[in-house]
């Protein structure tokens, strides 16, 4: 049988890091098999909606690579795939759950599901909706809903049984049913809620594979309930454990935690967002980290994913995303980090090499204005940053240092490469008896005013120009008085 698994996203106006991975899982599930990704939308909770979030979706999933096979935007054999264009659909198979024995037309009021509620609460009894419509015949439910009467359809579970299923993370789940509540599948206004749609779209669409987050465990012996009513085949189910920010919260947007976009507009590239997410939960057998995507469609299993919480950890992102910047084609950094060096620096330097220059050190891209805003203005400095241990120098081997650089710069004539500047440099410590780093670290001082700057002195006087590094390194014998 062929291996179709779906993503069923909501759209909320976000892609939170859940919902993409549980998207790549779903997507690797499908491809590792040589099956086929299904992209559903499922917008029947209109108060949710938001305008513009289904063109977020595609996006996202575009960005990240996961191309799916049937979806709204390129159809296919099952569609519509946007549950909102379904509700006929609905209609008919909650009708048909009815007939069966599966579900009952509800008329109940808000208020009498209150009253319920109080009673219990009275009581001290947990609240579980006893409906009394349950004991309405179906032919006379019929009549009041010609009559136009206001209706439900509800589940209805037989109290007195058991209802078990595996999971594949979770393993053997198994409940009796008299703790199931008979919730609402189809709302007044006709549309369905998850609890039912999810049923019937899954098993239209032929999905073998279900992955979703492990909220929707305990609603799953519900779901298999109305696949045995309905004589379907039950899918195979893959609930996957939360992602947490930390030991005790989950991550989550609502609670300002970032969504993969806010991840993408810091400065992280998405096939690092993806290689990292698809580690929260899964790993390979040989404890590999770095993949592609091809490598990943090849080597992701079910059996990988685990059922202990995965901990978001930004800082392995970060690492992440350095690994990955590295490996860029130069061109490729430089026009990604291009919009970056522009936010501070509005003088004309040579970007292409400072580009170079940061790519093995930059991890993140928005850690790029704060590395190189020096080129712009030089900071205010204190003159104890001249004073260095490991490089051995102190105020007066910076002097020298200084005052011995802008003789030499005076008098070159070639400021044309980094190559350049590097030759008429580098002969400096040995003529003055100096180390390099004795020689080196008081002119990057000068030419910076930073301890910790994203490449060398000598980079750094190529991009900052001659003149203004005259000007700085005089500056700095200033300050060394
Ligand atoms: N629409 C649901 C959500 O966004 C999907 C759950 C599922 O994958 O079945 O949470």
């Not at 049937?70 to 795939?81: L, S, T």
């Not at 008979?182 to 709302?187: D, V």
């Not at 519900?222 to 919260?249: C, R, S």
């Amino acid at each position: 049988m062929e291996v179709r698994s779906r993503f069923a996203p909501s759209p909320t106006g976000y892609m939170h890091i859940g919902n993409l991975r549980t998207a790549l899982y779903e997507y690797l599930v499908a491809k590792s098999a040589g099956g086929k990704f299904i992209l559903r939308i499922e917008d029947t909770d209109q108060e949710r909606y938001v305008e513009g979030a289904v063109d977020i979706i595609y996006k996202t999933m575009k960005m990240v690579g996961l191309k799916h096979d049937e979806g709204p935007d390129i159809g296919g054999n099952f569609g519509p795939y946007v549950q909102s264009e379904r509700k006929a659909i609905y209609k008919k198979y909650a009708d048909i759950l009815v007939e069966l024995g599966g579900a009952h037309y509800c008329f109940c009021s808000e208020e009498e599901l209150e009253n319920q509620r109080k009673k219990c609460e009275e009581t001290g009894v947990p609240f579980k909706f006893d409906d009394p419509c349950k004991n309405i015949s179906i032919e006379e439910a019929k009549k009041r809903i010609s009559n136009g009467e206001k209706y439900t359809v509800r589940q209805t579970i037989n109290p007195d049984g058991e209802v078990s299923f595996d999971d594949v993370v979770y393993g053997h789940v198994s409940v009796e049913t008299k703790t199931l509540d008979e919730g609402i599948l189809l709302k007044s206004d006709g549309l369905p809620t998850y609890n039912f749609a999810n049923v019937v779209d899954d098993h239209l669409m032929n999905i073998t594979h279900v992955l979703r987050g492990n909220e929707y465990l305990s609603s799953t012996p519900k779901y298999n309930l109305m696949y045995q009513a309905f004589g379907w085949d039950i899918p195979t189910y893959v609930h996957l454990p939360p992602i947490m920010k930390d030991e005790h919260n989950k991550l989550s947007k609502r609670n300002g935690d970032a969504s993969f976009q806010d991840l993408v507009q810091k400065g992280y590239l998405p096939e690092a967002i993806v290689n990292y997410i698809v580690l929260l939960g899964w790993s390979a057998k040989n404890d590999q980290e770095i993949f592609s995507m091809e490598e990943l469609e090849k080597v992701f299993n079910v059996e990988g994913i685990n059922k202990s919480p995965a901990i978001f950890d930004i800082e392995k992102l970060k690492w992440m995303n350095g690994v990955y910047i590295r490996e860029l084609p130069c061109e490729k950094f430089y026009k990604l980090s291009e919009p970056w060096m522009k936010q501070v620096i509005h003088k004309d330097i040579d970007f292409e090499t400072l580009a170079k220059c940061i790519q093995p050190r930059v991890n993140v891209l928005n850690e790029i204005p704060e590395a190189i805003d020096f080129i712009e203005i030089l900071p205010e400095y204190d003159t104890e940053m001249y004073i260095h241990k490991k490089m051995k120098t102190t105020v007066e081997i910076s002097r020298t240092a200084l005052l011995e650089a802008e003789n030499l710069i005076k008098n070159m004539t070639d400021w044309s490469s980094i190559e350049a500047i590097h030759d008429a440099f580098m002969v400096m410590p040995e003529k003055l008896g100096l180390k390099n780093g004795q020689f080196l670290w008081p002119i990057r001082t000068a030419l910076t005013g930073k301890q910790c700057t994203p490449t060398g002195a000598i980079e750094i006087a190529y991009l900052l120009g001659k003149e203004e590094c005259l000007s700085r390194i005089q500056i700095g014998i200033n300050k060394l008085g």
